[in-house]
């Protein structure tokens, strides 16, 4: 069994027992979470596509970290006109853990 969610503008295909990286989210670690923004659920051969959210479905996970992600390294420049820049990001992300799919 698998669903599609969609959570912080990402879509994301999940599985019971699945850990994954989203969009930070305000919860504290080890707390329970439900995301209800569900697109699809597929139990074997049955399938279940919303239009555009499938009625009832919601997702249970746990959240077990937050964090930031890797570095991402900007440079701008500019030839011949003496113009550089250095610039760095790192985006925050919730890392969750998929207990229940409820369809």
Do not use: C, W
Not at 10 to 29: C, H, P, S, W
């Amino acid at each position: 069994m698998y669903a599609v969610v969609k959570t912080g503008g990402k879509q994301y295909k999940v599985v019971v027992g699945q850990k994954l990286n989203i969009e930070q989210i305000t919860a504290d670690v080890d707390s329970q979470i439900v995301l209800e923004e569900v697109l699809m659920v597929a139990n074997g051969e049955a399938v279940q596509i919303g239009a555009p959210l499938v009625a009832g479905a919601s997702i249970k996970a746990t959240v077990v970290s937050q964090g930031r992600g890797e570095k991402v390294r900007i440079f701008k420049m500019r030839r011949r006109k003496h113009y550089m820049r250095r610039a760095g990001h790192r985006q925050n992300f919730t890392e969750i853990r998929i207990d229940a799919i409820v369809a």
